[in-house]
């Protein structure tokens, strides 16, 4: 239903004269705004104020279905930044990493302009325009409310030093001022923050992680109290209090306490009488709906704030629509990001002629702090009359589980969970819908399991950030006549976008694939390949436990059949991995593809390229000039890569050998741009040149690239260092980044470019350079030891139980006990290490490899041809050889001319 009568009559009137009752209302029919249009042919202009998650959104969604490109957009943010992710402020408190909401295609488009750093000042509906603080008036044709909400401050003295947790440059001057007051005060500054809902347990735990004594000050008798009931909440208030975060419930701050002269915070004096120590105090009390340009426009307003709007997501003006935080639905606004995403879809849907409807709020809320898991949805203070709830509980683990059910105890209604939220991803689609079992065997604390993914009807609505159903995850799984289906995890989230922005229900999508990969024949299967059973990851400990040193014991042990090219290459692999011996050694060389037997990538005419490793990008201008001879005397083509390095192409197998020679004499190693394995450690000139610089990053980069170099892994993987938070090294693009920070190094995991691009996940910060490489040898070797085959760390991480707080625990914690064995691996494979060109050199029977044809040792493959192009050489296309009407020898030149 809209949100009131009066609302209603604006939307179904056909009488342009129709008014909402209230002078102060007017209503600007449809009817009369048509005729204002400028003609079909011309796009339709639509402003959106606004660029937080809400607009991206809506431009997104017009961006890729706005095929004839009827429409013209400009967005205005208030910030100085692209839309990002506010979900995830909290991970911004212990890292620069950047929050840029994906995908950014829409803000290269012709036809979509956003203007960040300027902000709407008024809107004037009878002349459909908007003027910006900038001072340029544009016109509209539809206009969208997407401006959001800002963090409330109540009235009391000593209010002017409250800080707010909202937006990034809020969360970037909490960083910085807590910095600032850790110097000053030469200890832990004291840090209150008012709020025990979502914000304010994500500030006070972020603020905790980076060394402030925490403490938080919340009216309701418990934590979370507009989402969890009191059993949910006591538990949740002993999980916090465990993480040595202080609780004050039940009252709030009357009074911010200052020095004699008001310039610093020494405490707050809280309603109840208590008074309490603090150096900072921030406010996350809830949202209050950014509507003042609403206000003055003269458009219908909630009672309690925000732009009524129908379930059309109009508000009282037919031209202007609204959504996210500022829209008010049915006298409620709400501050999370499923409902934001449903209604600019809906706006989407209906400025290109649709005619879809808002119709319920997900108000489901899912939090993990410090370890600490906790999810409500649906009905969970169980107000539906007659309901029953199923509770499990535990307080001495710090368990909380509840199921709302109706009073049949068949249908699921809401639920709660604190310390385990293993169900809530597998429940929360069912509300509403019956359950296949008794409620008390889906509560995990209890030792049951959540329904797999095959149980959920197509219509459940498996991501609700963007409004994904389990129906569409299925079909993308299946595909059609057209297209293949997505059968592992990262494409499926690529392409059904289910799982890419909280990112809770990615475990039921993973459930869902495989439930759906059963079901159609394709076995849920881990062995390696037909000849294996084991999956990479048992066959890796299986060669590790018994020692095995061949691929003949191997395969005797536990293959079958001579193997394939799946196969074959990981037991090469992991052989590599576990002992350092040369590669191509007893009867190793087999098992290697075409690159890793001629230990140089081949290219596309057959001719190969040379990669010498330059550690951290360093070079001498000695090397240089080696470099420059030798692509002289072969003829080579030279070409600077993104790793910082340099490719030399267009070389023949039986130059190899003569080529490595000389590099070796000069002090250069393989670069190993041929293996999985180590490629290189990308680096910024950090502190000693930089003047922004804080950390050596080269010397870094090159320690870590001799120490790392020649280590095989089940793909290859690439570092990155950056000697500041500009972030010239582009670290978080890599398998691990390091950017150093004032006291010490943060890194990074799980990032790498390519077709499926990721962000490196915060590891930890701040660490020295001995515990950094510690930590660095445990992440590396387990994933070594426990990734699939061809799988890069980012997909790994996906594929982990736990995903980055695995890692950490693993890595950081020890949490399976495996760091001493893990570090030691490391070690070994450090002491061993030997380049494998210069044990090529050394030993004659190695270099017989190298030659294009057994019987003519020194003759070139005749098949090769090259033409000049840009004062280089290339090979040469299939119409230039047919014009040349010979055939060439390599090295030979077919004459090219350049209009």
Known sequence: MPASDETASAYSASDPTALVVGATHAVIPASAADAARPAAETPRRVIVIGGGPAAHRLTDALHSRDTKQTLSIVVLAEENHRPYDRVALSHRLTGLIDLTLEPTAPWDSERIALRINERATSIDRVNHTVTTSTGALLEYDDLVLATGSSAPVPEMPGREHIRVYRTLDDVDALVDELAALTVSLGRAPRIVVAGGGLLGLEAAGGLHTLGAESAIVHSGGWLMSAQLDEGGGQALGRLIIAQGIELHLGTRACTILTTGDNSAVTGLQLCNGRQIDADLVVYAIGISPRDELARAAGLLMGTRGGVTIGNDCRTSDANIWAIGEVASWNERCVGLVAPANAMAEVVADRLLGGTAEFTTVDDATKLKLSGVDVASFGDALATTPGSLEIVYADPARGLYQKLVMTDDAKTLLGGIFVGDATPYSALRPMVGRQLRSEPAAYLSAAGAEAPAGDELPDDALVCSCNMVSAGAVRQAVRGDDHTDGCTELGALKACTRAGTQCGSCVPLVKKILEAELTASGQTVSHALCEHFELSRQELFDSVRVLELTSSDEIFSRFGTGRGCDVCKPAVGSILASQNSSYIL???????????????????????????????????????????????????????????????????????????????????????????????????????????????????????????????????????????????????????????????????????????????????????????????????????????????????????????????????????????????????????????????????????????????????????????????????????????????????????????
């Not at 190793?588 to 230990?599: I, K, S």
């Not at 000389?662 to 450690?681: C, D, M, P, W």
């Not at 693993?810 to 380049?835: F, K, P």
């Not at 019987?855 to 493959?861: G, K, L, R, S």
């Open 585 to 899: 050694d007893a009867g190793r060389g087999t098992l290697q593809d075409t690159n890793d037997r001629a230990m140089a990538n081949m290219q596309k005419d057959g001719t190969y390229s040379v990669v010498p490793r330059i550690p951290g990008g360093e070079i001498t201008p000695t090397k240089l000039a080696v470099i420059a001879q030798v692509a002289l005397d072969f003829d080579l083509y030279t070409k600077i890569t993104g790793g910082q390095r340099i490719d030399l192409f267009g070389a023949r197998l039986e130059q190899l050998p003569d080529i490595w020679r000389i590099l070796v004499n000069a002090g250069f190693e393989s670069g190993q741009a041929y293996g999985k394995s180590l490629r290189n450690v990308k680096s910024c000139v950090g502190s000693t040149w930089c003047r922004f610089g804080v950390q050596d990053a080269v010397g870094l980069a090159i320690r870590l690239e001799l120490r790392y170099r020649g280590l095989r892994a089940p793909h290859k993987f690439k570092f990155g260092v950056s000697g500041c938070a500009r972030e010239c090294a582009e670290a978080r693009a890599k398998d691990v980044g390091i950017i150093a920070s004032d006291s010490g190094w943060n890194m990074y995991v799980g990032g790498n470019g390519g077709f499926q691009p990721a962000h490196g996940q915060l590891l930890a910060t701040d660490l020295d350079e001995e515990t950094l490489i510690k930590y660095i040898d445990r992440y590396m070797m387990y994933y070594i030891r426990t990734a699939d085959r061809m799988q890069r760390t980012a997909r790994w991480m996906e594929d982990l139980g736990g995903g980055l707080e695995h890692v950490r625990d693993v890595v950081i914690n020890d949490s399976l006990d495996l760091a001493d064995e893990l570090e030691q691996a490391m070690l070994a494979h450090v002491d061993n290490y030997e380049d494998e060109w210069a044990a090529t050199l050394a030993d004659p029977e190695r270099l017989r490899r190298f030659r294009s044809f057994v019987n003519a040792p020194t003759e070139p493959d005749p098949s090769i041809a090259l033409v000049t192009e840009r004062d280089q050489i290339r090979p040469a296309t299939p119409a230039e050889r047919a014009a040349s009407g010979t055939v060439l020898l390599s090295g030979s030149r077919i004459p090219v001319r350049k209009e």
